[in-house]
Structure formats: structure tokens, C-alpha cells
């Protein structure tokens, strides 16, 4: 469960939130109102004032980076550190056994990224955070640059982490997906959310 | 050690030189002759008062105005840094880091080669101890510079691959990793050519210098190689101190990027964030 209190950074919140285990809430809104900022807010990426815990244990009682292995934060735009696909993952076995799922050969991880397309790009993204575990996830427009088979995969992907327990967090603005994804859908507008109506 | 002495009209001579530049310039619409002319009277003017402030110095072998112009010129050095940096720390760092990473380099590496190797008697003598800091700060100064501007114009241009790593649960240490090797190595960089091209494509101005003042060759060039071996040692110092501070200024205890620490572009010491 991730809990939010009064959350506030400028130009966001303050933002009261829970997400419960195997919950998966459905994020939108207009660009420029704060998507962004709430999510590097949740993931502690800035500083922000508040308090969150996940699973009752407090953001301030964990290191930073054990937050974020525990509350994985994938951004809409795909970005990488090395030349090499295989370089981003520690555990390239763990990676290769969750390949197939998101529609991806096993080469992939022995190309380099910039002969990737965008799409190929985005799922390894997701496949980077997916292989921690992480009890909750944050997903900035998973499926933007993804043809109608792949986005099936990745919200397979994502009900499946979701079923095994993970508090989850999609934006998208795809009504459809939305539909599909999520029993709860918040409304963001102006740096406050708000509950939209199912 | 025999040399030969200049007169003041051998530099009168040697001045029309510059004339014959000069000239050229206005013959050919180049625009230079002004720079050129402030630029060969600032040399002139400064590097007399140089001379002088040198002269009183050797004068005193007093440690406590070997002492203060050894600071003045770790200051000015720190200065240059500044200068050099596209996008700096912001408030005091910008000025601060790199001038006390060259304070570091400088002492340990000058202190070094005074009290092991080269031992004048006493070993704060300005005539040993002045022109070596000279050379070692004038090195890892460039060394600094470099390094901090590649590590900075760096983390600004990759931010969103920094912040990946993190949002991978990576520590700062790692998610930067990749960027303050490359700063290092840009530092580092320029003192590997020169020890590469010595000898063979430049001959050290210092070993040439000695070798005009009647030192034997074989001497200048175990000077030479102690003072490259101390600059190398100094460079990387500095470059390694720089960096790393710089790269945990950049960062917070929680892991976080905090490029809101950086100076804004072009407005040199002053910055938006804590």
C-alpha cells in the first residue's frame, strides 16, 4: 500500500493518495498540470514536502535509492547511460526470461540502443523496472509509441505485477486503456487531483 | 653556470617584431594591432612587476611572504577556473571548489618536492618553492577546469539518463559514475599528451630554460622529469578532488539529481535552488 500525505513541491499538491496492494489507479490530465512533477514527487527523483510510506514504512525510514527500487518510476520518454541494451539490466537472466512477454527476442539485449526503435525501446523500459519486483510502479504513458499487439503485452505485464500484489500508478490518456487498466481513475488539473467518475 | 645576459636594448631590438605584426595587421585589414598592442603591454608591465615582487621575495626567504604569494597565486588560479566554466555550482562553490581543490593539489605536491626531493635549505625558499607551485598550479588548473566543465555541461545535457538510474534504485555514487569517469579522463587528458610529446614534440619550456642558463642537459632533464612526474601527481589530484566534490554537490543524502544547485546559464555565481 502507498500512502501520500499531503504532499507538496511548488506548483503540486498538497496531494492526499493511497494506492492499495493490487490496486491499479489510472492517472490524467491535460500536459503541464503536474503529471510529471507528481511522479518524480512519489518516487523521491526531487524534493518534496510530506509524508509517504509504502507497506507503513515511511519514505524518510529508507534510504533514497531503496525507495525507488521499492517504488519504480518509469518516464514517458525512454533514456539510457550506455551503448549497450544488455548494460542497463544487472541481472541480464532475469531480463531474458521476461523477454518473450513483451514481445521482444532474446538479441535484443546485444544490440546496441540506438539501432532500436522506439517501441523496442520503451518495452526494455519497462522490462528494467519490471525485473526489480518493486511493490508499486509508476507509469508515465507505458504504451505511447506501441502498436495495438505490444500495448496488449505491456498491460498484461502490468495486471500481472498488479495481481501479484504491486500498488500501481498509470498515466495515460487512452480511455480505452484506462478502462481496461484500472478501477479508480484520478483527475489531475492545476497541481491537485482529483476522483474521476468511473 | 655560465649565461648570457640581455640588455635592455636586445629587447628594444626584439620589439620590432611585434611592430612588423602590427603592421601586417593594418596592412591586411585584420583588425589585431589593438589587441596586439595591450596585450604585449600587459606581458610587459605585469611580467616586470613579476620580476620585482620575485626579486624583493628571494630578497626576505621570509615563510610568511612565500606564504602569501603562494596563496595570492592559488587564488588567482581558482579565479581562472571560474572563468572557464560554462554553467558553475552556484554561490560560493563556483569560486570555492575548484580554488580549494588547486589549494590541495598545490600543497601536497609542492610541500612533496620540497621536503623529499628537491630539499632547498630552507625549505620554504621562494626561489624553489615559488616557480614549482607556479608550474604545478598552472597545470592542474587546466586539468580542473576541464574536468569540472565536462562533468557539469554533462549532468545538465544527461539528466534524464541519470535520473533512470535513480528511478532504478541506484546511489549517486553509480548513477554518475559514467560521467565523472568521463570528467576525469578530460582532466587527465592534457597531462598524459604532454608527458607523450615530450621530448620528441615539444622540448618542456622549463629544461629549455635551464639548458639557457648553463645547466647541462642531462640535469635539466632529470629536472624536467621530476617536475612532469609532479605535475601528473598534482593533476590528478585536483581533477579527482574536484570532480568527486562536485558530483556529490550535485546530489542530496537522499540520492536525488539536484541540478537546481547549477548556476543558470550564463549568469556565472548565481543559482535558483537551496
Known sequence: ?????????????????????????????????????LLHALADLDPAAGRMTLNGVARDDMPGPEWRRRVAYVAAEAAWWSDMAGDHFDDAD??????????????????????????????????????????????????????????????????????????????????????????RRLVIEGGAITEAAP | MSFITLSYADLVLASLLLLFAGALSVVLGLGLERNLAVAAARMVVQLTLVGLVLKTLFALVSPWWTGTAALAMVLFAGREVMARQKRGLGGAWTYGLGTASLMLAGTVITGLALTTQIRPDPWFDPRYALPILGMVLGNTMNGVSIGLDRLLTAAARERAAIEARLALGHDRRRALSHLVRDACRAGMMHIVNAMSAAGLVSLPGMMTGQILAGVAPVEAVKYQILIMFLLAGATGIGVLAAVFAAAWRLTDDRHRLRLDRLAQAGDGGKTTGM
Open chain 1, 1 to 37: 500500500m502507498l500512502t501520500v500525505r499531503g504532499l507538496t513541491r511548488p506548483g503540486l499538491g498538497p496531494i492526499d493518495l493511497e494506492i492499495a496492494d493490487g490496486e491499479c489507479v489510472v492517472l490524467s490530465g491535460p500536459s503541464g498540470t503536474g503529471k510529471t512533477l
Open chain 1, 94 to 183: 532475469a531480463a531474458r526470461h521476461a523477454l518473450a512477454g513483451l514481445g521482444l527476442d532474446d538479441a535484443v539485449l546485444e544490440k546496441q540502443v540506438a539501432l532500436l526503435s522506439t517501441s523496442e525501446r520503451q518495452r526494455l523500459a519497462l522490462l528494467r523496472a519490471l525485473v526489480l519486483e518493486p511493490s508499486a510502479m509508476l507509469l508515465d504513458e507505458p504504451t505511447s509509441s506501441l502498436d495495438a499487439d505490444n500495448a496488449g503485452r505491456v498491460e498484461a505485464m502490468i495486471e500481472e505485477r498488479r495481481a501479484a500484489g504491486a500498488a500501481i500508478l498509470v498515466v495515460t490518456h487512452d480511455d480505452a486503456q484506462a478502462r481496461r487498466l484500472a478501477a
